[in-house]
């Protein structure tokens, strides 16, 4: 079978293969972007190898080295405290023309590329929901990221969901504090409504289906309506209604105002995680012992 698709010919290896890592492949697969002889999972538990073998059909290894070896574009998702380690182990393997997608949250471009020695980078912030391929991924590029391999990278995120490419990667720091820390704070509202709801009489199982389903169909609603979100509300707050009350409480409490200082607070602490991430990724580096060239090693002597 012909597949009509960018990824034809640019093998694929997934260096960590748990949650996103086999979501994004199940994804690759089910919209037939790629044939599976095409993907290389890679793991350190076998367990995990086995499991997207039996499901996939993929090739599999526990050898990051070998798997990006003949790779076109290799998708780093571990989680990011393994990230350095994985970086230092692919140093020097990858092919100058390979392109390195990293969906590892936080994990600066700067940081990757002197880890892995290597310049085509495409760094992407994407969301939980993207493990039933509906999350939202906001990605930013290196200058050395061809137009082809833009398109490569889309159509791999496009696999976990909807995506928006940014050309400044300080906007994924801002992605973070909206889309990728998003969904706790849709949570959070919903295990608020019900709560609300057994406070009223409800069982727990009622007020669940109702919430989700609330909440489902709202943003199915904004999704679809050519209007603000904010003309939708006015929509369903009749003039000295019930709404209005619920809107004017909530206004009260702060509730807008909460909401923006919880993403403001979220956007700084991305922005400190990552100068932290840099730091310890300098410090790593300028640790390291350098390599003897012949000249430095005469000059010792
Ligand atoms: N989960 C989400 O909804 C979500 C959303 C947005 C972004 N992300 C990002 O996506 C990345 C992956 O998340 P995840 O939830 O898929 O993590 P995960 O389920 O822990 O999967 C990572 C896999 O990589 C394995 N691994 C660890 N070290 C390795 C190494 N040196 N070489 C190869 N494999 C290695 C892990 O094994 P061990 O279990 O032994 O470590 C695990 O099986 C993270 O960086 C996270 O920030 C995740």
């Keep these: 079978m012909t597949l009509p698709t960018i990824l034809h010919d640019a093998p694929i290896a997934f260096i960590g293969t748990g949650a996103m890592g086999e979501a994004m492949i199940g994804g690759l697969l089910r919209h037939k972007l790629v044939e599976p002889d095409a993907i290389t999972a890679s793991d350190l538990h076998q367990s995990r190898l086995d499991e997207v073998k039996r499901l996939f059909g993929v090739r599999t290894t526990d050898d990051n080295r070998a798997a990006v070896r003949k790779a076109r574009i290799v998708v780093l998702s571990v989680k990011p405290q393994v990230l350095s380690t994985v970086c230092a182990d692919l140093n020097g393997v990858l092919r100058p023309s390979t392109l390195v997608v990293s969906i590892v949250a936080g994990a600066r471009i700067s940081s990757m590329a002197a880890g892995l020695n290597h310049e085509a980078i495409v760094r992407t912030m994407p ?99 050519p209007v603000h979100p904010a003309e939708m509300r006015n929509m369903v707050t009749s003039p000295g209604g019930t709404t209005a009350d619920a809107i004017y409480q909530l206004d009260k409490g702060g509730f807008r105002t909460v909401l923006s200082k919880a993403v403001m607070a979220a956007h700084q602490r991305s922005v400190a995680l990552g100068a932290l991430d840099e730091a310890k990724a300098d410090a790593t580096r300028s640790s390291r012992p350098k390599r003897t060239t012949r000249k430095t090693a005469r000059k010792r002597r």
């Design 127 to 225: 969301n939980t929901p993207a493990q039933i391929g509906e999350g939202m991924t906001v990605w930013a590029a290196t200058d050395a990221v061809s137009d082809k391999q833009r398109e490569q990278a889309g159509a791999i995120l496009g696999a976990l969901g909807k995506h928006l490419f940014v050309r400044d990667e300080s906007f994924l720091d801002k992605a973070t504090a909206v889309s990728g820390s998003g969904p706790a704070y849709v949570f959070m509202l919903m295990e608020a409504l019900i709560d609300a709801a057994v406070h009223l009489g409800w069982s727990r199982n009622d007020a669940k289906e109702m919430v989700v389903q609330t909440v489902r169909g709202s943003a199915m609603f904004a999704e679809r309506s």
